[in-house]
């Protein structure tokens, strides 16, 4: 259980960090085993959140307020995370994120980016099992409404053993440098939240070779900014807008 919980309460202020990681197709989940044929990967900083300045309170995991950057490359912007260190099983390396600590928080990252290229956000989701709600909510987004994204604990969720599943967001760039923030569900106002661990970034070259080896799943239509719905969809754009052809 959580020793925070019982009352050891601690009030620091702190900040936060991201990274990248190619996406695994696990379970059900919303990832895939290849990327597009052509992409180039740009900055992202400490995407497992291994690094920073850490304090652990003998919990297993240290508390970010709001305006902290005690975790490299990230700043906490709203609420309160947990740092997770050894509370439970990371996904990658040893530390991972609830996106709830005291409260729910928000976590964000600025980036360069390419106006008008398309990128690929690829991160592992879990939830916090020891304490409801049992659906957990994770917000992405990169200005405007968020992406929203649940994980379910089951009677097999544990704190050794937590079930991380892989998923990815899409966004096509509109600036030259780009913002990516992850919050906890406003509405779960528990200290029990979603789980997050090993950020990665792709950029999505504009170019037909996208298209190939299943790397339409993780493109977005520049047309209408949503995904294509299938191969095909992603063939018909390149062959009639103009941009570099397929094969190319």
């Known amino acids: 259980m959580r020793m925070r919980k019982f009352g050891l309460e601690r009030l620091r202020r702190r900040t936060a960090v991201v990274v990248v990681a190619p996406l695994l197709l696990i379970g059900g989940s919303v990832g895939f085993l290849s990327g597009p044929a052509s992409a180039t990967t740009p900055t992202l900083q400490?995407?497992?959140?291994?690094?920073?300045?850490?304090?652990?309170?003998?919990?297993?995991?240290?508390?970010?307020?709001?305006?902290?950057?005690?975790?490299?490359?990230?700043?906490?912007?709203?609420?309160?995370?947990?740092?997770?260190?050894?509370?439970?099983?990371?996904?990658?390396?040893?530390?991972?994120?609830?996106?709830?600590?005291d409260s729910p928080g928000?976590?964000?990252?600025?980036?360069?980016?390419?106006?008008?290229?398309?990128?690929?956000?690829?991160?592992?989701?879990?939830?916090?099992?020891?304490?409801?709600?049992?659906t957990k909510t994770l917000d992405v987004s990169v200005g405007g409404a968020p992406t929203l994204y649940t994980f379910t604990n089951s009677s097999s969720t544990t704190l050794?053993?937590?079930?991380?599943?892989?998923?990815?967001?899409?966004?096509?760039?509109?600036?030259?440098?780009?913002?990516?923030?992850?919050?906890?569900?406003?509405?779960?106002t528990t200290a029990y939240g979603p789980a997050l661990d090993n950020v990665s970034l792709t950029q999505i070259v504009a170019n037909g070779d996208q298209c190939k080896n299943g790397?339409?799943?993780?493109g977005t239509n520049p047309s209408t900014g949503l995904p294509y719905k299938n191969q095909g969809q992603c063939v018909s754009y390149f062959a009639t807008s103009g941009a570099t052809p397929i094969g190319s």
């Open 46 to 101: 400490n995407g497992s959140f291994e690094t920073g300045n850490y304090v652990d309170g003998g919990s297993g995991f240290d508390t970010l307020f709001a305006g902290s950057t005690d975790m490299t490359g990230w700043t906490v912007t709203a609420g309160s995370v947990d740092w997770i260190s050894t509370y439970w099983v990371a996904a990658d390396g040893s530390r991972s994120l609830d996106m709830n600590g």
């Open 106 to 134: 928000s976590i964000a990252q600025t980036f360069a980016t390419v106006s008008g290229d398309s990128y690929f956000v690829s991160f592992w989701l879990a939830g916090n099992p020891a304490g409801g709600p049992t």
């Open 160 to 188: 050794a053993s937590m079930g991380w599943v892989s998923e990815g967001y899409t966004f096509t760039a509109s600036s030259n440098s780009t913002t990516l923030t992850f919050s906890g569900d406003p509405s779960n």
């Open 215 to 218: 790397g339409w799943q993780i």
